[in-house]
Structures are given as structure tokens and as C-alpha cells.
């Protein structure tokens, strides 16, 4: 049986914090993604396709925001613990196609490097996850006037 999940996850940005996709660091960023973790919204848009998928709720349930133990936390270390728990569950991830929509700044040279990182926590060949990227062109969706890096599919 092939089951299929669908993630999403969107922060603001903040000036002084580290700017993380994909457990990649983008260097240069002017500001970085606000959050309780490492706020990695490309990586925790995963954990909840992955979960969703496996009928395990969602990142919130298993790795709140309300618990110190989670914060600060490397998100690639919370896709570890969810591939886990989707595997103690009886599934197994077969393969991630996610994308990014943020106005800037621009991703496609840390590409690699997500795929990679990402592939290796959730335990795939690399060919079998895919990261593209994408703008709002400007649309409020994104970020009209404040830049905002959202992950998933935008509401209608």
C-alpha cells in the first residue's frame, strides 16, 4: 500500500537568528526564521508530510513548542525521531518531493546540500528526494512587503 502525506510549515523572519533549510545553513542571510527549534520550516514541513502519512499527527504533537527539550533542537535530529516513529508504525518513507516559495534570498546553490542532508536523515537516496524552489512573485501569499520563507502548498 502506498500512502502519501502532504507538509507545511511557515515562520517569520528575524533579524540575529540563523537562517536553516533543509538542515543547511544560509550564509549571508539578512535575517533568520523565528521558532522554538532551529525553525528549519523546509525540514519540519517534511516531518509532517511524513507523519501525516503514517497517520501520526503532526511535528507539534510529538515535538511541541511548550517543551525545553525541544528548544534550540537541530530539525534534522526531529526527522531522525519521526522516520523512527514512522517505521515502528509498519511504513517506510519511499521518497520526499518538497518546495520552498520565498522572495529571497535566493536558494538554488544550497540545493545539493538540502537533498543531501535531508536524504541522509530520513534515510534515502538522495535521488529520491527532491527540493525545488519558488517565489510568490511579490504576492501577499509570501510577502508583499516583509520576506517570509514558506513551505508547502499556499491556500487558494
Excluded at 511504513?91 to 544550497?110: G, H, I, M, Q, S
Excluded at 535521488?127 to 520576506?147: H, I, P, Q
Aim: aromatic share 4%.
Amino acid at each position: 500500500m502506498t500512502r502519501s502525506g502532504i507538509g507545511f510549515d511557515s515562520h517569520r523572519l528575524e533579524a540575529g537568528r540563523r537562517l536553516v533549510l533543509g538542515g543547511v545553513e544560509i550564509e549571508d542571510a539578512e535575517a533568520g526564521l523565528a521558532g522554538h527549534s532551529d525553525a528549519d520550516v523546509l525540514t519540519h514541513a517534511v516531518i509532517d508530510a511524513l507523519l501525516g502519512a503514517a497517520g501520526l499527527g503532526d511535528i507539534g504533537q510529538h515535538f511541541p513548542d511548550t517543551d525545553e527539550r525541544w528548544r534550540d533542537a537541530d530539525s534534522l535530529e526531529l526527522l531522525r525521531a519521526a522516520v523512527a516513529m514512522v517505521r515502528e508504525a509498519g511504513y517506510a518513507p519511499a521518497n520526499v518531493d518538497a518546495t520552498v516559495a520565498c522572495e529571497a534570498p535566493k536558494l538554488a546553490p544550497f540545493r545539493d546540500g538540502m537533498r543531501a542532508r535531508l536524504a541522509e536523515a530520513a534515510g534515502l537516496d538522495p535521488a529520491a528526494l527532491n527540493v525545488k524552489f519558488t517565489t510568490g512573485e511579490r504576492r501577499r501569499f509570501v510577502g508583499l512587503d516583509e520576506r517570509r520563507a514558506t513551505v508547502g502548498t499556499p491556500p487558494l
